[in-house]
């Protein structure tokens, strides 16, 4: 029986960080008039906001107008550039940091709910006081329908495109195009990574620029990006490690406990979006989400053998006390948002038989992002 390796890479501890298709598919979506919501989205406060140099500031800029271009003509060479202008205006960030007080201070946004529970809104309570502080004072926030059904469908056939342009074997095709282009500018280690996501049934985020342009204007029209912003008090990178396009199929391996921080960094200040585009979780015969439905502000000992950063199932009953562990129901199209401190690994057992689909993006502050890993400009 194998451990559940790539689900959450870093766990194994294997793999430090290195620094430094079919005709049913067409490349041409809803375009902006199809879209009007999208199309009156813009960057622009996120461009003007925030301190940050001149050469930043026009470099983002640039990936306003271009992921503008994209949104209205969603042209595939639009894309490429998009991708490029992302990692360019990410690069290299020495800006100060903006937000002093941190952590931010928010009230319990659930008095009501009780201890144990997860708390749950709808994407019209998507804010920093609702999300933040239910993750301050809970660990986590589900948001119900973050995905509308076509969005979830969008995905999902994005995520099949994708994977049939690669393999483990070819994860570096020779003609590469805006659908699958991997980031070369990386160390092997990275690489050997990059061969184990695909050989689990995922691909980095990163790695497709027309998904990576899609699902980023997905998440900004839900108002995650925003609220992100507002939480950091900086517009928001994401790393090209650790936001990843999934397909896990209902293999029954080991899969570790583990809190993020533990190889991101405990003081990285980190969101992540979670998206089931599978129904899962519950009672679903599909792979799910475990979790321990707690704040807990300290790093747990890593004894649990799957790797470095695992936890092992002692030390999180221990921790969690009376507090029942849980695997949430999710409908496809909703989200956890949670951050580095989340005690939480990929529910599995025998009887699964449907796989699963899902998006992981982790947003994190410029000046305060773990450094061993790639960043670009949301």
Not at 74 to 103: C, S
Not at 117 to 124: A, F, L, N, Y
Not at 172 to 187: F, Q, S, V
Request: aromatic share 8%; hydrophobic share 35%; proline share 9%.
């Amino acid at each position: 029986m194998q451990s559940n390796l790539a689900e959450h890479s870093d766990v194994t501890g294997v793999l430090p960080p290195d620094r430094g298709p079919t005709d049913s598919y067409d490349v041409a979506g809803p375009t902006h008039e199809e879209r009007p919501e999208i199309a009156a989205t813009s960057n622009d406060t996120t461009t003007t906001a925030f301190p940050v140099s001149p050469e930043r500031r026009s470099l983002y800029a640039e990936v306003d107008s271009l992921a503008a271009e994209f949104r209205a003509t969603q042209d595939p060479d639009v894309a490429i550039a998009l991708a490029d202008k992302r990692f360019e205006a990410a690069a290299g960030y020495d800006e100060e940091p903006v937000r002093t007080d941190w952590p931010p201070v928010y009230e319990d946004p659930f008095p009501d709910l009780r201890k144990g529970r997860i708390p749950e809104v709808g994407t019209d309570r998507l804010d920093a006081r609702t999300v933040a502080g239910g993750i301050k004072h809970r660990g986590s926030c589900i948001v119900r329908g973050l995905f509308s059904p076509e969005q979830v469908k969008r995905t999902v056939e994005s995520i099949d495109r994708v994977a049939s342009l690669r393999t483990e074997e070819e994860p570096e095709p020779d003609e590469p195009d805006a659908w699958y282009r991997p980031y070369l500018n990386i160390g092997p280690m990275r690489r050997g990574l990059r061969r184990m996501v695909i050989r689990d049934g995922g691909t980095w985020l990163a790695d497709s620029p027309i998904v990576a342009a899609r699902v980023l204007d997905d998440l900004r029209q839900a108002g995650v990006i925003d609220l992100v912003t507002e939480h950091f008090g900086e517009r928001p990178f994401f790393s090209l490690q650790k936001s990843t396009l999934r397909y896990s199929e209902p293999v029954h391996n080991f899969a570790g406990w583990h809190q993020d921080g533990s190889f991101l960094g405990w003081n990285s200040r980190t969101i992540n979006v979670w998206v089931a585009l599978s129904d899962c979780g519950g009672d679903h015969p599909t792979p799910g989400l475990e979790i321990l439905p707690r704040r807990i502000e300290r790093m747990l000992d890593q004894d649990g053998g799957l790797g470095s950063a695992s936890i092992s199932d002692a030390t999180v009953l221990r921790t969690a006390g009376p507090t029942s562990l849980v695997v949430p129901e999710f409908k496809a199209g909703d989200a956890l948002i949670f951050d580095q401190k989340l005690v939480h690994r990929t529910h599995l057992f025998p009887e699964m038989t449907k796989p699963r689909y899902a998006l992981e993006c982790w947003l994190f502050a410029p000046a305060h992002a773990p450094e061993p890993y790639v960043p670009l400009l949301v």
